[in-house]
């Protein structure tokens, strides 16, 4: 068969690759793009885009049952409707992936819906989905090919017909009760929607808290604010075996001899790189043990072959992903002799949870922040001092900076409270100006806004001596 060449060969249409295929095509180069199915990758097929949209009407429906609390009379009974609930969510999936389509088009690049597999350097063979082969080489070549749920084996797991971040999107109808596994971003994030919407939840983790990578403190104001909203929550211990009963309910086993039972049991226990076989050993690509793809700081994975996003250990975020197509765009220049290469070097990469309250993160926690070597000083203070929070009616949750103590910089913080994904961003902009914590203490922020809980924070009522 013919070997088509092309400039640019993306396979993987994710955040980087797409961003990356459409920019290189608006530019005039020639470009092919091979996506197996999701079109626009999984962040708005499966995973941030839907489960926004799905937490969004959980806080709706919180705040209409608190409707007498803000004085409106006349609702009553207020549930969630899962019909309409998946209808919202699908017509938000369904019309950013029509944008994307046409985007794609527009683009002027060559988009093929199938199923890539390399078969030689830089080149590879295209099952297409609607029928027929192709094969393809590219003069660069990038890999975007993301993750999708893990499933450890767990004893009795593969019968169980468990429910992941995927199938969870299509339930057609609410457990009563469920059993969550994994105490990360999904598992809680997940837990805390289904409880909101009426589910009664477990949530099971391995570690001593949730969300592993934060600070202790930070972690126990969530677990607080689980506990709070009537969440259980199992901590120090890990699922070893599942078993689903004729009913259709469900058991799992801790290692500490325990038995959990639910009506389902979702399996939020981290995500693996679709590597699976694409064969990127043909083109020289290197995997892990994980099958992660193995590149440098300019993300370059073999000679002329360059990947991204969650399978190239890319921290797990769209924006991540995002910026990884930056660095690809620069360093492919560079390559050809236009202007300088990006690293991944140095990244300052910010995240939110999108739990009750919000768990808005960027920089250093505290506990990374000592490993480092910095004196700290830590600022700290209830979300329920910022005027706003009470005029919202969500004063739940804290606020954590920390500062190096010499310098005043700040290092870090965990804003846990209402709208703390909009507050990180105002955090991360002063960091990335190299503003110390005096600058942000005096800067006039506009009354009354979360935001303006900055001003709060650095003051000596909150902020240690
Ligand atoms: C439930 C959930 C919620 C999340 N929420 C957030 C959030 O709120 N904010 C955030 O920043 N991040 C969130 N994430 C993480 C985020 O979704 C990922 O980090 C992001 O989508 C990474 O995308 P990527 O660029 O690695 O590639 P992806 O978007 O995963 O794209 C890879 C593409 O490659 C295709 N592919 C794979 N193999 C082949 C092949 N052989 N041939 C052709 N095509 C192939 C796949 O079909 C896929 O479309 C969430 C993740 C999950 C699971
Ligand atoms: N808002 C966001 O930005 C967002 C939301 C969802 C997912 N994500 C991304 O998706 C990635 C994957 O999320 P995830 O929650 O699947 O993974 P994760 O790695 O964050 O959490 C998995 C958790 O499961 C625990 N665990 C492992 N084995 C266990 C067992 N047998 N029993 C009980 N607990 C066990 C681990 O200790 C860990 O805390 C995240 O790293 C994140 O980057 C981001």
């Not at 991944?344 to 993160?361: A, D, K």
Request: negative net charge; proline residues 3%; charged residues 25%.
């Amino acid at each position: 068969m013919d070997v088509e060449e092309v400039d640019l060969l993306v396979i993987g249409g994710g955040k980087a690759g797409k961003s990356l295929a459409m920019d290189r095509a608006k530019a005039g180069q020639k470009v092919a793009m091979v996506e197996r199915g999701m079109i626009g990758g999984t962040c708005i097929n499966v995973a941030c885009i839907p489960t926004k949209t799905l937490i969004n009407s959980g806080r709706i429906l919180e705040i209409v049952r608190r409707a007498e609390e803000f004085g409106i009379s006349g609702v009553e009974d207020p549930r969630m409707d899962l019909a309409l609930l998946r209808h919202r969510k699908d017509d938000v999936v369904g019309t950013m992936v029509k944008g994307q389509f046409s985007s794609f088009t527009d683009s002027g690049m060559d988009f093929i819906l199938g199923e890539a597999k390399f078969t030689g350097p830089r080149t590879v063979h295209v099952d297409l989905n609607d029928g027929g082969t192709r094969v393809l080489r590219g003069t660069d070549v990038v890999v975007n090919l993301g993750t999708e749920p893990a499933l450890p084996p767990i004893a009795g797991l593969a019968e169980a017909r468990v429910q992941t971040s995927n199938t969870l999107l299509e339930l057609e109808s609410l457990p009563e009760s469920i059993v969550i596994l994994g105490g990360g971003y999904i598992g809680c994030e997940f837990a805390d929607l289904l409880n909101t919407i009426g589910v009664d939840v477990t949530i099971v983790q391995r570690g001593n808290q949730l969300l592993g990578r934060e600070d202790e403190d930070v972690s126990a104001a969530v677990k607080k604010a689980f506990i709070d909203a009537g969440i259980t929550v199992r901590l120090g211990a890990a699922a070893e075996a599942i078993q689903r009963a004729a009913d259709g309910s469900v058991t799992v086993t801790l290692d500490n001899g325990e038995t959990l039972s639910g009506k389902d049991v979702l399996v939020a226990l981290g995500r693996k790189p679709m590597t699976d076989g694409a064969n990127l050993e043909a083109t020289g690509v290197v995997l892990d043990d994980r099958g992660f793809i193995g590149v440098d700081e300019q993300l370059r994975a073999a000679d002329g072959v360059w990947a991204a996003g969650d399978a190239a250990g890319t921290p797990q975020f769209t924006h991540a992903s995002y910026d990884d197509y930056r660095i690809l765009k620069a360093n492919l220049a560079a390559r050809h002799g236009d202007g300088e290469a990006r690293t991944t070097e140095g990244r300052l990469i910010p995240y939110t949870v999108f739990i009750t309250p919000e768990l808005g993160r960027v920089g250093l926690t505290e506990q990374q922040a000592r490993e480092a070597g910095h004196e700290v000083r830590i600022a700290k203070m209830p979300v329920a001092a910022i005027p706003r929070a009470r005029t919202l009616g969500q004063t739940e949750g804290v606020w954590k900076a920390v500062l190096d103590r010499k310098t005043g910089s700040i290092l870090g913080v965990a804003l846990l409270g209402t709208e703390a994904s909009e507050a990180i961003a105002v955090v991360q902009m002063a960091m990335l100006a190299g503003l110390d914590f005096t600058a942000v203490r005096d800067a006039v922020i506009t009354h009354p806004t979360i935001a303006e809980g900055l001003n709060l924070l650095f003051t000596p009522a909150y902020l240690e001596d």
